[in-house]
Protein backbone atom coordinates (compact mmCIF):
# COMPACT_ATOMS: atom_id res chain seq x y z
CA UNK A 1 0.00 0.00 0.00
CA UNK A 2 1.45 3.46 -0.79
CA UNK A 3 1.48 6.03 1.87
CA UNK A 4 0.34 9.06 1.19
CA UNK A 5 3.00 12.25 2.21
CA UNK A 6 2.62 13.89 5.86
CA UNK A 7 -0.58 15.96 6.29
CA UNK A 8 1.96 19.43 6.40
CA UNK A 9 2.63 18.51 3.04
CA UNK A 10 -0.39 18.03 1.72
CA UNK A 11 -1.63 21.14 3.55
CA UNK A 12 1.27 23.54 1.68
CA UNK A 13 0.26 22.22 -1.63
CA UNK A 14 -3.23 22.74 -0.71
CA UNK A 15 -2.52 26.20 -0.04
CA UNK A 16 -0.66 26.83 -2.86
CA UNK A 17 -3.12 25.21 -5.26
CA UNK A 18 -5.78 27.16 -4.01
CA UNK A 19 -3.91 30.55 -4.21
CA UNK A 20 -3.22 29.64 -7.97
CA UNK A 21 -7.17 29.09 -8.16
CA UNK A 22 -8.02 32.27 -6.55
CA UNK A 23 -5.26 33.84 -9.32
CA UNK A 24 -7.54 32.25 -12.43
CA UNK A 25 -10.31 33.46 -10.41
CA UNK A 26 -9.40 37.53 -10.21
CA UNK A 27 -7.95 37.10 -13.66
CA UNK A 28 -11.44 35.52 -14.96
CA UNK A 29 -13.56 37.95 -13.20
CA UNK A 30 -11.55 41.25 -12.93
CA UNK A 31 -9.19 41.87 -15.18
CA UNK A 32 -9.71 45.49 -15.58
CA UNK A 33 -9.25 46.22 -12.33
CA UNK A 34 -6.34 44.62 -11.88
CA UNK A 35 -5.32 46.38 -15.24
CA UNK A 36 -6.49 49.93 -13.60
CA UNK A 37 -4.76 48.85 -10.47
CA UNK A 38 -1.35 48.39 -12.34
CA UNK A 39 -1.47 51.22 -14.82
CA UNK A 40 -2.74 53.92 -11.77
CA UNK A 41 0.60 52.86 -10.03
CA UNK A 42 2.62 53.07 -12.88
CA UNK A 43 1.45 56.16 -13.87
CA UNK A 44 2.59 57.87 -10.58
CA UNK A 45 6.81 56.94 -11.50
CA UNK A 46 6.73 58.83 -14.83
CA UNK A 47 10.82 58.25 -14.55
CA UNK A 48 10.63 54.48 -14.20
CA UNK A 49 8.28 53.99 -17.49
CA UNK A 50 9.63 56.36 -19.40
CA UNK A 51 6.49 58.58 -19.82
CA UNK A 52 6.55 61.86 -21.51
CA UNK A 53 2.98 63.43 -20.72
CA UNK A 54 1.52 63.03 -23.85
CA UNK A 55 -1.66 60.73 -23.42
CA UNK A 56 -1.32 58.82 -26.57
CA UNK A 57 2.23 57.78 -26.16
CA UNK A 58 1.62 57.29 -22.23
CA UNK A 59 -0.99 55.32 -23.28
CA UNK A 60 0.68 52.40 -25.08
CA UNK A 61 3.82 52.57 -22.13
CA UNK A 62 1.06 51.81 -19.55
CA UNK A 63 -1.09 49.12 -21.67
CA UNK A 64 2.13 47.59 -22.16
CA UNK A 65 2.88 47.68 -18.53
CA UNK A 66 -0.62 46.22 -17.39
CA UNK A 67 -0.61 43.49 -19.93
CA UNK A 68 2.62 42.68 -18.72
CA UNK A 69 1.14 42.17 -14.80
CA UNK A 70 -1.91 39.96 -16.14
CA UNK A 71 0.38 37.97 -17.82
CA UNK A 72 2.57 37.56 -14.85
CA UNK A 73 -0.69 36.82 -12.72
CA UNK A 74 -1.36 34.17 -15.04
CA UNK A 75 1.88 32.61 -14.74
CA UNK A 76 1.91 32.38 -11.41
CA UNK A 77 -1.45 30.58 -12.02
CA UNK A 78 0.13 28.19 -13.49
CA UNK A 79 2.99 27.90 -11.79
CA UNK A 80 1.42 27.35 -8.73
CA UNK A 81 -1.40 24.77 -10.14
CA UNK A 82 1.95 22.54 -11.63
CA UNK A 83 4.31 23.09 -8.40
CA UNK A 84 1.81 22.13 -6.05
CA UNK A 85 1.04 18.81 -7.99
CA UNK A 86 4.35 17.98 -8.21
CA UNK A 87 5.36 18.45 -4.86
CA UNK A 88 2.64 16.19 -3.86
CA UNK A 89 4.21 13.57 -6.23
CA UNK A 90 7.42 14.04 -4.75
CA UNK A 91 6.38 14.14 -1.72
CA UNK A 92 4.76 10.73 -2.44
CA UNK A 93 7.79 9.55 -3.79
CA UNK A 94 10.15 10.64 -0.96
CA UNK A 95 7.58 8.65 1.71
CA UNK A 96 7.88 5.53 0.46
CA UNK A 97 10.97 5.38 -0.32
CA UNK A 98 11.83 3.51 3.28
CA UNK A 99 14.38 6.11 4.33
CA UNK A 100 14.85 7.18 8.07
CA UNK A 101 12.23 9.53 9.23
CA UNK A 102 15.05 11.88 9.71
CA UNK A 103 16.01 11.71 6.02
CA UNK A 104 12.38 11.92 5.24
CA UNK A 105 11.15 14.86 6.76
CA UNK A 106 14.61 16.78 5.85
CA UNK A 107 13.91 15.86 1.87
CA UNK A 108 10.14 16.40 2.07
CA UNK A 109 11.31 20.14 4.21
CA UNK A 110 13.57 21.12 0.81
CA UNK A 111 11.09 19.84 -1.71
CA UNK A 112 8.64 22.40 -0.02
CA UNK A 113 10.82 24.98 -0.58
CA UNK A 114 9.69 24.62 -3.95
CA UNK A 115 6.37 25.82 -3.22
CA UNK A 116 7.63 29.21 -2.64
CA UNK A 117 8.92 29.46 -6.43
CA UNK A 118 6.00 30.83 -7.94
CA UNK A 119 5.34 33.68 -5.23
CA UNK A 120 8.10 35.38 -7.45
CA UNK A 121 5.91 35.37 -10.11
CA UNK A 122 2.87 36.73 -7.73
CA UNK A 123 5.83 39.67 -6.27
CA UNK A 124 6.54 40.88 -10.64
CA UNK A 125 2.91 41.80 -10.50
CA UNK A 126 3.39 44.03 -7.66
CA UNK A 127 6.57 45.32 -8.29
CA UNK A 128 6.16 45.97 -12.01
CA UNK A 129 4.68 49.31 -11.86
CA UNK A 130 6.74 50.43 -9.03
CA UNK A 131 10.39 49.29 -10.85
CA UNK A 132 9.52 48.59 -14.32
CA UNK A 133 9.89 45.45 -16.03
CA UNK A 134 13.78 44.76 -16.10
CA UNK A 135 14.28 45.69 -12.37
CA UNK A 136 11.18 43.66 -10.95
CA UNK A 137 12.34 40.69 -12.79
CA UNK A 138 15.54 41.12 -11.05
CA UNK A 139 14.06 42.10 -7.77
CA UNK A 140 12.20 38.31 -8.24
CA UNK A 141 15.14 36.60 -9.60
CA UNK A 142 17.35 37.92 -6.73
CA UNK A 143 14.36 36.61 -3.89
CA UNK A 144 12.72 33.84 -5.81
CA UNK A 145 14.08 32.32 -8.59
CA UNK A 146 17.89 31.86 -7.88
CA UNK A 147 17.05 30.65 -4.43
CA UNK A 148 13.98 29.06 -4.50
CA UNK A 149 13.84 27.70 -7.78
CA UNK A 150 17.47 27.09 -7.76
CA UNK A 151 17.33 24.88 -4.81
CA UNK A 152 14.11 23.15 -5.87
CA UNK A 153 16.40 22.12 -9.60
CA UNK A 154 18.96 20.45 -7.15
CA UNK A 155 17.16 18.69 -4.56
CA UNK A 156 14.69 17.04 -7.39
CA UNK A 157 18.18 15.97 -9.38
CA UNK A 158 19.35 14.95 -5.81
CA UNK A 159 16.37 12.74 -5.16
CA UNK A 160 16.72 11.24 -8.58
CA UNK A 161 19.99 9.85 -7.93
CA UNK A 162 19.08 8.31 -4.87
CA UNK A 163 16.49 6.60 -6.05
CA UNK A 164 18.79 5.78 -9.02
CA UNK A 165 21.36 4.35 -6.45
CA UNK A 166 18.49 2.87 -4.04
CA UNK A 167 17.16 1.32 -7.23
CA UNK A 168 20.61 -0.07 -8.51
CA UNK A 169 21.38 -0.98 -5.18
CA UNK A 170 18.44 -3.02 -4.94
CA UNK A 171 16.99 -0.41 -2.23
CA UNK A 172 14.63 1.26 -4.34
CA UNK A 173 11.52 -0.72 -3.79
CA UNK A 174 8.47 1.00 -2.19
CA UNK A 175 7.97 0.68 1.46
CA UNK A 176 5.40 -2.01 2.39
CA UNK A 177 3.18 -1.81 5.82
Known amino acids: ?58 RTVLENVETEALARVHTFHLHAHGLALVVFVLGLIVTNMALSPKAERMLLGLICLGLLYPFGWLTMVFALPFYGRSEAFRLVERFFFIPFGGAFLFIVWGLILLYLFRWIGGKGKIRRE
Open 1 to 58: MVRLPPAWVVFFCLLLFGFGELAGALLGGYPQPIKKAIGGAARERLQVHGLTGVGDID
